[in-house]
């Protein structure tokens, strides 16, 4: 059903670039690089793309994601992607702390355990900074089987078989739904995931702040799975580099510079895109934005073609 509060406006007219704002969480692991407020309270995520979000600005300015997706869902995803439910959930994390050691279901997971229009949590990390000797829990340690895994999650003990692995500004990595995780303090990361929020805490590091957050042993010992989320390779010196491809999502990593770079979305995919350093100009055949760090884009699938250019690094995410 239409929200009669919506505005109403010929749907060729909505296919520009739709600028969205973040919306912050606060979080006991969080610090204060995603706002511009330091007495206020622990920010740990910037939610920068999301279903629930309104369009700020343009014919279809108060419309959030979910309703344009439900009423175009070819125009503004694609007619490659499949469903008319905005699939991605795109973040920032400003993790001054341990978070929870955690896992997420899988979609038929999801469904049968928080129901049936849920969707499971496979999510991908780009390291935007990195303190010295920062690490993050990456999967389980080689060779641990799925029954021993249960057992120790089950007695309260994963701490003992996670693998903790050293990260850097500029790493990647994917994070399958099913496997351990965790992010550990100095990071700043961005995340693009499925459209959820699915989370099963495992672990919570011992800490008094956090005495009264819930674990959830028997749906994590039932979802977890052995293994170990997937680094990606580098490819220094691409202007567009692959960072993480998997069923729900693509990311890539653009080098901007004065030549423009031409892409088009060609009515098959929506394109997220965010600044990560520098500044950026988006033009498209009616258009034209100046985008800063952190600030973020989302181009329809009808949109067309567009270019880049300027001085700066930006990461795309596809459904």
Not at 18 to 41: C, D, I, N, Q
Not at 222 to 246: D, N
Not at 273 to 295: C, D, I, K, Q
């Amino acid at each position: 059903m239409r929200d009669e509060q919506a505005p109403v406006v010929e749907s060729s007219a909505r296919w520009l670039p739709l600028r969205l704002a973040p919306v912050f969480k606060e979080r006991v692991w969080g610090g204060h690089r995603l706002t511009s407020t330091p007495e206020a309270a622990p920010v740990g995520e910037a939610w920068l793309i999301h279903e629930d979000q309104e369009v700020q600005e343009g014919p279809a300015r108060g419309m959030t994601l979910a309703t344009l997706a439900a009423e175009f869902p070819n125009e503004l995803l694609g007619n490659a992607v499949r469903g008319s439910r905005f699939p991605l959930l795109i973040k920032l994390l400003d993790c001054q702390e341990w978070l929870s050691v955690q896992v997420h279901p899988d979609d038929e997971q999801a469904r049968r355990l928080a129901g049936p229009a849920e969707n499971g949590k496979t999510e991908a990390w780009y390291v935007l900074e990195a303190a010295p000797g920062a690490e993050l829990v990456a999967g389980v340690q080689q060779g641990v089987s799925e029954q021993l895994l249960r057992e120790v999650i089950l007695a309260g003990e994963v701490s003992t078989l996670v693998q903790r692995r050293p990260i850097n500004a500029g790493d990647s990595l994917l994070v399958p739904a099913g496997t351990i995780h965790a992010l550990g303090p100095g990071l700043l990361i961005y995340e693009v995931q499925q459209t959820s929020d699915i989370t099963y805490r495992v672990y919570d590091w011992d800490r008094p702040v956090s005495a009264g957050r819930k674990l959830h042993l028997a749906e994590s010992a039932e979802v977890a799975r052995p293994g170990q989320a997937l680094f990606a390779p580098p490819h220094p010196g691409e202007k567009i580099q692959e960072v993480v491809q998997c069923a729900y999502f693509t990311l890539q990593r653009l080098t901007v510079e004065a030549t423009p770079l031409r892409a088009d979305t060609m009515g098959e995919r929506c394109h997220c895109l965010t600044v990560v350093s520098g500044e950026v100009r988006v033009a498209t055949a009616t258009e034209h934005a100046v985008l800063r760090p952190f600030e973020t884009v989302l181009l329809p699938a009808a949109l067309g073609p567009y270019e880049l250019w300027g001085d700066g690094e930006v990461l795309r995410a596809m459904p």
